[in-house]
């Protein structure tokens, strides 16, 4: 590959890439890497949840049906196995209660290939917080899957962001997960290869004739593909039908036959031999020996432990003809699975064990699905790494929002838009400035940014004019007043508008409209049209964030509105919410605040839907 500006180029193959090393890195790479959770009690307050889990107590989360499971849990994240592997780490934590987890981390799982990049340090965006900034969870709410997070001095409920930063450096170096973490990185393209568009969006949307089969038999395939993404009541009973028609020369098809041909129909490829059967020639009937356990199967009655039988019995060798050598191993371990997970049940049904998908490097004759670009700011190099599952880990907050006079007119160098930003130009300001009288900061927002923002100016007693929509406008007020104290008393002088308190002035109703950037003056307008100019001394922009998403494909439109660009909150991921997987990609996944976990213990639980997607996928 030829050297970029800047720096050489290196090539690099991972199996999974994690963009983003903050918690939702962290977290997946401790899965990833070989640990995870096993079901150690069932003795949950919600009795139905109890229930679900009693029969899988001692065994390991990740093969179960998590969607079973998660089936009715409710709460502040709304992503099903969040939900569920938080009311297992923390049960009933919003009831105040503080009751021993039910799952426990051990070191039984298969190791996977990865590599987590980030912009710093292990810990991503908790390294360019105010250090003393509180945070809103509880601090044992803030720990990461195996190593509880443990306050400095005992006593504090809210961690310091400081001593939370610090944590998640640690946790990379404990875990021994340091060899996986690339830090001081940049994403600078991401680029789809073969494959990346999902085939089952492709067959779904196939028209019979799209195969172009060579025969009856062949059409009535492609179809029985079509009705079974159609038709989910009738999956299994479809799957396991023991006969197609006569005219598909009387062979009694199995699903495996059925799993082949639509694997090689959406791939468009021809199979070698016998289009209507196995090319190793199995045949799914009685008199030939590779169920043990076969039995014809009526339409009314559709036995899952026949189908368990037959995928336990099926060895690699009669699973698949050498032209799918290189790809059918895990898929021919999640189809079997597969099969037994319709109705709850217990979905681990493995193969044989001599199967190829048990091995640990299933990915080593897969062609690589995505390509990532990565400029190393230290080393002021490129590498370019291939993979074969990406998972996007970044968070929502890259990008502040800004004014639309932004777009009208430059930013001055007096416009901050963190809170860290604006306390580091209040310091280097008036630390040595002894002007008893200085203007006021500007803070334009209505959020827990901009409520913090005003606790950093009024402390260091510099006036703050609070900008913000409307009057009804205020900060959550779900916040428990004796946790968050701090927050409850700038909602109280929003709606006071500040005639009681020092330092603070509300203008609710108003928005900045314009500004001098060399008089440090600004104009805000009211909703009703009255206009008034300010100098400040500076002007907090707190109005939101978004995601940077700019390394991908300029066509990637991952919005559940196509046609919009990504929003958390109005326009999130289309994501399937039991997998993660993004909709219409192959090998593409989504986790943490990009998806709407935006707090730390809902985190581990998106690790775990992909790690259980990535299992299902491989075959472990």
């Not at 009751?99 to 908790?126: C, I, S, T, Y």
Request: contains cysteine; charged residues 20%; glycine residues 6%.
């Amino acid at each position: 590959m030829k050297a970029k500006e800047g720096g050489h180029t290196e090539m690099a193959h991972k199996n999974v890439i994690v963009i983003g090393n903050g918690p939702s890195g962290l977290s997946l790479s401790y899965m990833l890497q070989g640990n995870i959770p096993y079901v150690v009690s069932a003795d949950h307050p919600d009795e139905l949840l109890a229930a679900r889990l009693k029969p899988f107590v001692g065994k390991s989360l990740v093969h179960q049906n998590l969607r079973f499971l998660a089936e009715g849990l409710e709460g502040r994240s709304t992503n099903m196995v969040s939900l569920l592997l938080d009311a297992l780490i923390h049960p009933y934590a919003d009831m105040g209660l503080e009751l021993q987890p039910l799952v426990e981390w051990r070191p039984d799982g298969n190791k996977m290939e990865h590599l987590v990049l980030g912009k710093g340090p292990p810990g991503g965006a908790w390294h360019t917080m105010d250090p003393q900034i509180l945070t809103l969870s509880l601090g044992s709410w803030m720990s990461l899957p195996g190593l509880p997070y443990n306050s400095r001095d005992g006593s504090e409920k809210r961690a310091f962001a400081g001593n939370i930063a610090k944590y998640y450096e640690d946790y990379a170096t404990k875990m021994g997960l340091q060899e996986n973490f690339v830090s001081n990185t940049i994403v600078t393209k991401v680029k789809p290869l073969r494959n990346a568009k999902s085939p089952e969006n492709q067959i779904s949307a196939m028209d019979v004739d799209d195969c172009a089969p060579e025969s009856k038999c062949d059409r009535q395939q492609c179809m029985w593909v079509k009705k079974v993404k159609e038709d989910t009541p009738e999956k299994r009973k479809l799957c396991l039908a023991p006969e197609l028609a006569e005219n598909c020369r009387k062979i009694e098809l199995c699903p495996l036959s059925n799993a082949l041909y639509l694997i090689g129909c959406g791939r468009k490829k021809k199979l070698k031999g016998d289009r209507c059967h196995l090319s190793c020639n199995i045949k799914c009937n009685p008199s030939y020996n590779i169920f043990d356990s076969y039995e014809k199967v009526s339409d009314n009655d559709v036995s899952s432990s026949s189908s368990n039988n037959r995928c336990r019995n099926l060895s690699y060798s009669e699973k698949s003809s050498s032209n799918f050598h290189d790809e059918l191993p895990g898929r021919f371990n999640y189809y079997c699975r597969s099969l037994s997970s319709y109705e709850g049940l217990n979905t681990d049904v493995p193969c044989s064990s001599n199967s190829v998908a048990n091995s640990s490097n299933k990915d080593a004759d897969v062609q690589p699905v995505w390509l990532v670009e990565v400029y190393d700011k230290v080393q002021q190099r490129y590498t370019t790494y291939t993979c074969n599952n990406l998972v996007l880990a970044n968070g929502a907050s890259d990008i502040p929002n800004k004014l639309n006079l932004s777009n009208q007119k430059p930013d001055p160098d007096w416009f901050a838009y963190t809170v860290r930003d604006l306390e580091i130009a209040l310091d280097n300001s008036f630390r040595n400035n002894s002007n008893l009288n200085p203007d006021p900061v500007l803070v334009v927002g209505a959020g827990l940014s901009a409520a913090d923002a005003i606790i950093a100016a009024r402390g260091r007693n510099i006036p703050v004019l609070h900008v913000f929509k409307s009057k009804s406008e205020g900060l959550n007020k779900q916040l428990p007043e004796n946790m968050y104290p701090e927050y409850h008393k700038v909602h109280q002088m929003m709606v006071d508008g500040g005639s009681s308190y020092p330092f603070y002035k509300a203008l609710p109703g108003y928005t900045l409209t314009d500004f001098n950037a060399s008089k440090k003056i600004v104009e805000l307008t009211s909703n009703t049209g009255k206009s008034e100019t300010v100098s400040v001394s500076f002007a907090a922009i707190l109005i939101g964030s978004r995601p940077d998403l700019s390394f991908l494909p300029e066509n990637f439109n991952l919005g559940v509105n196509r046609n919009l660009p990504v929003d958390c909150k109005t326009n999130p991921i289309d994501i399937d919410q039991l997998t993660h997987a993004v909709n219409g990609y192959n090998g593409l996944y989504v986790m943490g605040p990009l998806v709407g976990d935006n707090f730390v213990r809902f985190i581990p639980g998106g690790a775990l839907a992909i790690l259980s997607d990535l299992y299902r996928k491989y075959g472990y």
